[in-house]
C-alpha cells in the first residue's frame, strides 16, 4: 500500500499573530512552526497505522521552501519512510494543489491524505482540487478509515450522526478528529529521520490564482460590564447603542 | 494538578542558536511530558512514590544516556540536546530529572569513560532502555562535601574485591540493579566497583520521610563484606579526579534542569497574574507583581544564555569544572528565588497541589544542597580565581 500524506507548516497555535507589509503578509518574525496537527495528528499516524497493518510505504510530502525541512523531518521522525518537498514559496490552494496533483500523477499512490485544514489560513481547499485535478474520488473530513484490499469504508461525522462511505483506491481524503491518536516520536526516530531521503523537486510551471489583499485582526477583547439582573432597559441600551449588536 | 498549560519562554529568541534536531528533541520531550507525567506527578509525589511506569518513556525520549554513543545503545547526541532534556524533565519535577541524571551522568557516563569493552557492551544498551536502572555511591553519611574522606573500602582477596562501608542520599538505590560504587583500595586510591543487585552482603534501604524530591526514590547502599567479582572494577580512570568527571556532566545537566524549574514556575505565575483579579483588575497590573515577573524573566534569559554557552564549551571539551561549578550554582539559586517570588503571586494558591510551584521549591531546596552545596560551588569558584583553597581545612588552627 502506497500513502502520500500531505503536510504543511504552521505557526504554533500559541504565536503572537502580526501582519506586515501594509498587513498582507503574517508576519514570521519569532513564531515557531510546527506541522499541521491535522496532517500530523490524524493524516500520517492514520497512514502510519495502515502501513503497519499492510506494509507498504508513506511519503510526506510539503510544497514550500527550504524553511519547511524541519517540519518535515518532524513527520520522518514520527515514522514516515521519506520525503518529497516541491521547491516553491506557496501562498494560493490552487498552486499547491497543482504541485501535488502533478506528483501523484507521477507517483501512482493508492490514496492521498491530508487534514481537513491547515492551522493557518484554514482554506480547507487543497485536497479537493487535487481530487479534481485528477478525476479521483474525494472524502472530506473523515473520522474513521479502513481499507480491505482496494476498498475504503470512511467514515464521516455529519450533523446529529455519522455517514459511512464506500470508495476504492485509488482517492483523496482529508482526516478530522478521531482519525488517529496523536504520536509523539522517539528518540529512535528522531536519530532515523536524520538519514531518511528528503527529496527536493522543482516545482512545474503553475500561476496564482488568488491574492491575498489584506488581513485584519479582531476586535482587542474589552472588559465585561455587568448589568443589574432587574435592569433591563440598559442592558437593550447597551447592545443597541454601544454594542450595537442589536 | 490542573491542566499542564507550559508555554516556554524565549525572550531573546534563544531557540536560533539551536539546530532543527535540538528543538525536535525538546518539544519531544515536552510533548511526553505533558502527555504521561503531568498528570500523575502532583499524585506520586503527594504519596512520595517513584512512578516506574515512566521509566520506559523516560528511555524512548532519550532520557537515559543521551550521549551514549550508538554502539553502545544511545542516540550519541551533544551536549546541548542532554542539556535541553534535562530541562525539559525538571520543567515537570527535578525527581524525575534526578532519576534521568543519575542514570544518564553518574552510572552510564562512567561506565562508558572509564570502563572496559565488556562493561560497556554488558550494562550501557540495558540502561539505555531503563531494563537496568543504576545509581551512583559516593557521599557517605560522614562525607558529603569531602568525598575523598570516605571510609568505605575495598581488599583484595585474589579472586576478588571484599567490599564494606555504607553510601547514603542515593537517588534511585532501591530500585536500583546496578550501583557504581566509589570505594579506596588497600593503598587509599579512589577506585569504581560496579556493585549488582543480589550481591550477597549488599543491600539498599530507602529513605523515608522526605519533604523534596517526593517523586524520586532515595536509598542507602549498605556493603557487607560484599564479595566483588574482579572483573566490575572500572579499570580505566581512578582517585577522586574520577567521580568528579561524572560529576560534572551531572552538574552540568542541573544547570538546564533548574532553567526548566524557573520556566516553570514564571510561566505559571504569569498565567496566574493574568487571570487573577483583586481591586477589580487583574493582579498583573500591579507593579510589585510586574517587577517580580520582569525579574524572573531577566534572571531566566541570563540563565539561558550563560547554560548555551556552557553547552557549547561542553560540545568542544573544553568546559572547566569551575565553569561548571558556576553555572549550577547561580541557576539552581535563580529557580530556588524565582519558585519563592511565584509562591507569592500565586497566593494561598500556590501552596496547594494545583499549582506545581511548591514542589519545585521543595524540590529544589535538594537540588541546591546535591551535587556540591550552594556553598561549595562559590569555594570552588573562589578557589579558581584567587589560586586559594578556602575549604580545605586541617582544624590546626582549632585544635
Known sequence: ?246 | MADDRFQAPDYYNLDELLTEEHKLIRDTVRAWIKKDVSPIIEEYAQKAEFPKQIIPGLAEVGGFGPYIPEEYGGPGLDQIAYGLIMQELERCDSGVRSTSSVQSSLVMYPIWKYGNEEQKMRFLPKLATGEFMGCFGLTEPDHGSNPGGMVTNFKDMGDHYLLNGAKMWITNAPIADVAVVWAKSEEGRIHGLLVERGMEGFTTPETHDKWSLRASITGELVFDNVKVPKENLLPNKSGLGAPLGCLDSARYGIAWGAIGAAMDCYDSALRYSKEREQFGVPIASFQLTQKKLAEMLTEITKAQLLTWRLGVLRNEGKATSAQISMAKRNNVDMALKIAREARQIHGAMGITSEYSIMRHMANLESVITYEGTHDIHLLITGMDITGISAFKNDGTQFS
Open chain 1, 1 to 246: 500500500m502506497k500513502i502520500i500524506v500531505c503536510i504543511s507548516k504552521a505557526p504554533d497555535t500559541t504565536s503572537k499573530i502580526a501582519f506586515t507589509d501594509g498587513n498582507s503578509k503574517f508576519d514570521e518574525n519569532g513564531v515557531q512552526f510546527i506541522v499541521n496537527p491535522y496532517d500530523e495528528w490524524y493524516a500520517l499516524v492514520r497512514a502510519l497505522e495502515l502501513k503497519e497493518a499492510n506494509g507498504g510505504s508513506v511519503t510526506v510530502l510539503n510544497v514550500g521552501d527550504a524553511s519547511n525541512d524541519a517540519i518535515i523531518r518532524k513527520a520522518l521522525a514520527i515514522g514516515a519512510d521519506d520525503a518529497v518537498r516541491i521547491d516553491a514559496p506557496t501562498q494560493d490552494a490552487l498552486f499547491v494543489a497543482k504541485q501535488i496533483a502533478n506528483y501523484v500523477k507521477e507517483n501512482n499512490p493508492d490514496m492521498v491524505l491530508l487534514g481537513k485544514e491547515t492551522i493557518d489560513y484554514n482554506g480547507s481547499q487543497v485536497g479537493g482540487m487535487v481530487a479534481a485535478i485528477l478525476d479521483m474520488p474525494y472524502v472530506s473530513l473523515a473520522s474513521k478509515l479502513d481499507m480491505n484490499g482496494t476498498t475504503a469504508t470512511i467514515e464521516r461525522e455529519i450533523e446529529g450522526g455519522v455517514e459511512v462511505i464506500e470508495t476504492s483506491t485509488p482517492f483523496v481524503l482529508s482526516a478530522a478528529k478521531g482519525m488517529a491518536e496523536a504520536r509523539i516520536p522517539n528518540m529512535r526516530g528522531i536519530m532515523a529521520a536524520r538519514t531518511k531521503p528528503l527529496n527536493v523537486v522543482a516545482a512545474i510551471a503553475a500561476d496564482n490564482a488568488t491574492e491575498i489583499k489584506s488581513f485584519s485582526l479582531p476586535p482587542a477583547k474589552t472588559g465585561c460590564k455587568y448589568v443589574d439582573a432587574d435592569n433591563v432597559e440598559q442592558l437593550i441600551d447597551l447592545l443597541h447603542n454601544e454594542a450595537k449588536a442589536i
